[in-house]
């Protein structure tokens, strides 16, 4: 099972950013996804999770309003869309297969990760 990653970058304060991550080596569609992230010095937190069938999906707080998470299950891929982008999002952005597929904020219920793609936003 791989996960790949990209669409990370360095951008302003405002800005946009759309990640991708692509899986292989699994039905797709058959499970829930998710992204996290890790900023420096911090433990690695939830972001957004999306249910199998891309009806059900879940947000921390502080992303609520500025990023959507959808899925393409024809093309393996699950996408997370930022906008209006602070300082405080940067870190790096992991996506990760859930074990089951109804999308879950827990890190232990989640079994296969990317590799992470940075994301810096300046002020």
């Known amino acids: 099972v791989q996960l790949q990653a990209s669409g990370g970058g360095l951008v302003q304060a405002g800005d946009s950013l759309n990640l991708s991550c692509q899986l292989s080596?699994?039905?797709?569609?058959?499970?829930?996804m998710g992204w996290f992230r890790q900023a420096p010095g911090k433990e690695r937190e939830f972001v957004a999770t999306?249910?199998?069938?891309?009806?059900?999906?879940k947000y921390t707080d502080s992303v609520k309003g500025r990023f959507t998470i959808s899925r393409d299950n024809a093309k393996n891929t699950v996408y997370l869309r930022m906008n209006s982008l602070k300082p405080e999002d940067t870190a790096v952005y992991f996506c990760?297969?859930?074990?089951?597929?109804?999308?879950?904020?827990?890190?232990?219920?989640?079994?296969?990760w990317g590799q992470g793609t940075l994301v810096t936003v300046s002020s």
């Open positions: 990760a297969t859930c074990r089951g597929p109804y999308g879950s904020t827990l890190i232990s219920d989640y079994d296969y």
């Open positions: 999306i249910a199998w069938s891309g009806t059900m999906t």
């Open positions: 080596g699994r039905t797709f569609s058959s499970y829930a």
